[in-house]
């Protein structure tokens, strides 16, 4: 596949893919036109990558986590390592949900004080 059709089908730019592949995180063949041309799996691939940096990971951890997840000789116990960070993310995601969700109650709490104080002065 050429790339824009897979920048259209993954929802991406152009110069996002080539800054994917620059990271190693996607690979492509070069045609004799001078083409990239992409393996049809680089979508999915590519959505696994903006995912994982919409979580808040950096590129070379996305690169070592699919470099692990996509091995023939894949290793168990590397496998629980590369996930750690996985699960690290999502603790520190729970702690901001957290957060929110206490920031938001209080919020909740003033925004019905303010309505009652503005009813009581209406009557």
């Known amino acids: 596949m050429r790339i824009g059709e897979i920048a259209n089908r993954a929802k991406v730019s152009a110069r996002i893919l080539r800054y994917y592949e620059s990271q190693g995180l996607i690979l ?3 045609l004799a036109n001078g083409y990239r041309d992409y393996p049809l799996q680089t979508v999915e691939i590519v959505r696994q990558i903006k995912d994982l940096i919409e979580c808040g990971f950096s590129t ?7 470099q692990s997840s996509g091995s023939e000789n894949f290793d168990p116990k590397q ?7 996985h699960i690290e993310k999502l603790h ?3 702690g901001l ?4 969700t ?3 109650r209080r919020l909740s ?7 009652s104080r503005a009813a009581a002065s209406v009557k």
Do not use: K, M
């Open 60 to 66: 070379r951890q996305i690169g070592t986590f699919l």
């Open 28 to 30: 492509s063949q070069r």
């Open 102 to 104: 206490e920031r938001r």
């Open 109 to 115: 709490e003033r925004i019905a004080l303010f309505d």
């Open 79 to 85: 496998g629980a390592a590369d996930l750690a960070p």
């Open 97 to 100: 949900i957290d957060v929110l």
């Open 92 to 94: 520190e995601l729970d």
